[in-house]
């Protein structure tokens, strides 16, 4: 059967001509070349390699410095920790209220009364914060024109239950007490707010704004009409300093330089 198939096979072929192919060379030129693809290719990978380590590392081989983790260039975190008026800790909260004031209240001026405490400067000066583990304050003295009165910066944990456990607790979202005129709201960057207009005693009046913050926090920003020329002795203007159009503004302004 063997030698049958074969001459089907023949037969089918053809008579296959001597052959004038150098087979022993090309065998020999196939090797060769196999020897240098390996070579070469050995070589393409060390350059690869060599390549990837210095672009993720640089030229001298060593680590790049991670870049600094920030919130961003426009924003600062605030964390809850002691510090007196007199410190810098929050200089940047100063400066940063300081610019909200003047961009919505250019006339507007700082002033200075007894009740600061600890800090000591002069009329002109932004307001000085101070801070403990529970939250960061201020209470300053504002004019604008012949209206003087006092702003009250506050930055706290949003606690639902008052001292007494049963009046209003007025750092509570759901439950904050509108005693005049009171409405909920967002900033333009879409921070909620509640504001507030309400009366103190027989000649005071409030304009408040609160702001639920990004990073879970409330800022409140109020101005009355009182100004407190020497200790506990207190003038009243007709109406507060700036209006509560203005103080939504500002805490606006304010609410988007705290980081979330």
Request: proline share 8%; with cysteine.
């Amino acid at each position: 059967e063997p030698d049958m198939a074969r001459t089907l096979f023949d037969e089918v072929i053809g008579e296959v001509p001597v052959s004038t192919v150098d087979v022993p060379r090309i065998v020999a030129r196939q090797r060769r070349n196999r020897h240098l693809r390996t070579v070469f290719g050995a070589a393409a990978g060390v350059v690869a390699v060599l390549t990837a380590v210095t672009l993720a590392f640089g030229a001298t081989g060593s680590p790049p410095a991670p870049p600094a983790q920030s919130p961003s260039a426009s924003t600062h975190v605030l964390r809850f920790q002691q510090s007196l008026p007199s410190d810098s800790t929050y200089d940047w909260l100063s400066a940063d209220l300081d610019r909200a004031l003047h961009a919505v209240a250019p006339d507007a001026e700082w002033i200075r009364q007894p009740l600061v405490g600890a800090y000591t400067g002069h009329d002109g000066d932004p307001p000085r914060f101070s801070g403990s583990a529970q939250d960061v304050r201020t209470t300053w003295g504002v004019r604008d024109g012949d209206l003087l009165g006092t702003i009250r910066v506050e930055f706290v944990e949003p606690l639902c239950v008052s001292d007494d456990g049963h009046s209003p607790a007025y750092n509570c979202w759901s439950t904050l007490p509108c005693v005049q005129s009171c409405h909920r709201g967002t900033t333009p960057s879409g921070l909620r707010t509640v504001v507030l207009q309400y009366p103190t005693g027989a000649q005071g009046h409030v304009n408040r704004v609160m702001v639920a913050l990004a990073n879970g926090l409330l800022v409140s920003i109020s101005v009355d009409n009182t100004f407190q020329t020497v200790r506990d002795t207190y003038e009243y203007a007709p109406r507060p300093p700036l209006s509560i159009e203005a103080v939504e503004q500002i805490a606006a302004l304010v609410s988007d330089r705290i980081a979330a």
